[in-house]
C-alpha cells in the first residue's frame, strides 16, 4: 500500500498543487465529535462586490460509517491519532467584472464553474498537537458543473444584474485532486489563545499551489489537539488565518488541462499569492456558527486584488 500510495503521489505531482476557496479542516473549525454536519455559503455579496471568486457552497458530512470508504486506503492516517472520516459536496464559481455583456472580457477573468465530491479523513495526534488532513477530490470544471444556471437562477430571484457572458466559460474537464494538509501547535495559553503553523499540497487538476500559513484564535476555545471530548459546551472566538502560496497552475484562469478549446484563458498567472481570512465563529452543545471575510491578492498579472465573504453552520449530529 505505501508503494501505491508513492506511485499516485509522483504520477500526479507534476500535473499541480492547487488551494481551494473554500476550507473546513483547519484546526479552528473543529467540532468536538466524530459525527457531525455543516453547510458553507461564499459570496462577494457579503463585501458588496460581484467579480472574481463569486460564490462557492460545500455541504460537509463526518460520520463514523465512512470509515468504510475504499479511497481511505489512499490517505495518510499515522499512528497514536483519533481519526475524522468524512464526504463533502462543493461547488465554486466565477466571474468577471462586467458579468452582463455577452462578450469576451479580454481584459478579466474568464467565466469559470466547477462542482466536486470529496473524501477525506483528518487525523489528530492528541499528543503531538499535530494533524494531517488527507483528502481526494472528484469532479468536473465546465458547463457540466451548471455556474450559469445557478447564477442566473439567483440573480433572478433577487432582482439583480442577469449574468450574459457564461457561453464563454471554460469548458468541460475532469477535476482529480489528492490533497494533504499538515497543522502543528506552536502556542496556547489557557483556553483563550493559540497560534498554530500549517502546510499544505494539493495534488490534481483544477489548481496548482503549495502553501504555507499561521493561524491564531482568542476567545472562548477548546483546544482541537486534545481528546474528542469538548471540554468547554460554549465557544466564542475570533480567528486568522494568513497563507502565502507558489501557483504552478489554475484551471479556473487557464483551462483544463486536457480540453484545450475554451474560448477565452488567461496564462499570465500570479506565481506567488497571499490570503487572509479572518472572522468570528460561535459554538455551543450541538451548534456551529461562523462568519468570516477573505483578502485574497491579485492571482494574474492584469487582474486585482479581491475579497469576498461567507457563513458556516454546523450541528452534532
Known amino acids: 500500500m505505501k508503494t501505491t500510495k508513492t506511485i499516485l503521489i509522483l504520477l500526479l505531482f507534476p500535473i499541480l498543487l492547487f488551494a481551494?476557496?473554500?476550507e473546513n479542516t483547519a484546526s479552528f473549525r473543529d467540532i468536538k465529535t466524530d459525527n457531525y454536519f455543516r453547510f458553507n455559503y461564499d459570496n462577494d455579496y457579503f463585501t458588496g462586490v460581484d467579480q472574481n471568486y463569486t460564490?462557492?457552497?460545500?455541504?460537509?458530512?463526518?460520520?463514523?460509517?465512512?470509515?468504510?470508504?475504499?479511497?481511505?486506503?489512499?490517505f495518510f492516517k499515522p499512528?497514536?491519532?483519533?481519526?475524522?472520516?468524512?464526504?463533502?459536496?462543493?461547488?465554486?464559481?466565477?466571474?468577471?467584472?462586467?458579468?452582463?455583456?455577452?462578450?469576451?472580457?479580454?481584459?478579466?477573468?474568464?467565466?469559470?464553474?466547477?462542482?466536486?465530491?470529496k473524501s477525506f479523513v483528518i487525523a489528530t495526534d492528541t499528543i503531538q498537537k499535530s494533524r494531517f488532513v488527507s483528502s481526494l477530490n472528484l469532479g468536473i470544471i465546465g458547463p457540466g458543473a451548471f455556474g450559469k444556471e445557478m447564477q442566473v437562477a439567483i440573480h433572478e430571484a433577487t432582482g439583480n444584474t442577469i449574468p450574459g457572458g457564461w457561453q464563454n466559460q471554460i469548458k468541460n474537464d475532469v477535476v482529480l485532486n489528492y490533497e494533504l494538509n499538515y497543522e502543528k501547535q506552536i502556542l496556547r495559553y489557557s483556553n483563550i489563545f493559540s497560534l498554530n503553523a500549517s502546510s499544505n499540497v494539493r495534488i490534481g487538476t483544477l489548481y496548482t499551489n503549495a502553501s504555507i500559513g499561521l493561524n491564531t484564535t482568542i476567545g472562548l476555545i477548546n483546544n482541537p489537539f486534545s481528546s474528542s471530548k469538548a471540554k468547554r459546551k460554549f465557544e466564542l472566538y475570533f480567528f486568522s488565518q494568513v497563507l502565502a502560496s507558489a501557483i504552478g497552475y489554475d484551471a479556473t484562469l487557464q483551462g483544463g488541462l486536457f480540453n484545450t478549446k475554451s474560448p477565452y484563458t488567461i496564462n499570465s498567472i500570479e506565481r506567488f499569492t497571499a490570503q487572509n481570512h479572518y472572522g468570528i465563529i460561535m459554538q455551543t452543545k450541538r451548534l456551529y456558527f461562523e462568519y468570516f471575510q477573505t483578502l485574497q491578492t491579485r492571482e494574474y498579472e492584469i487582474g486585482k486584488s479581491y475579497k469576498w465573504g461567507g457563513i458556516k453552520i454546523g450541528f452534532r449530529l
Open 55 to 74: 460564490q462557492g457552497y460545500n455541504f460537509e458530512l463526518v460520520a463514523p460509517i465512512f470509515e468504510k470508504n475504499p479511497i481511505n486506503k489512499l
Open 79 to 117: 499512528k497514536n491519532s483519533e481519526f475524522n472520516y468524512g464526504l463533502s459536496l462543493e461547488h465554486i464559481g466565477f466571474t468577471p467584472n462586467n458579468i452582463k455583456s455577452t462578450q469576451i472580457q479580454y481584459d478579466d477573468r474568464p467565466f469559470a464553474a466547477a462542482i466536486m465530491l
Open 20 to 22: 481551494q476557496k473554500i
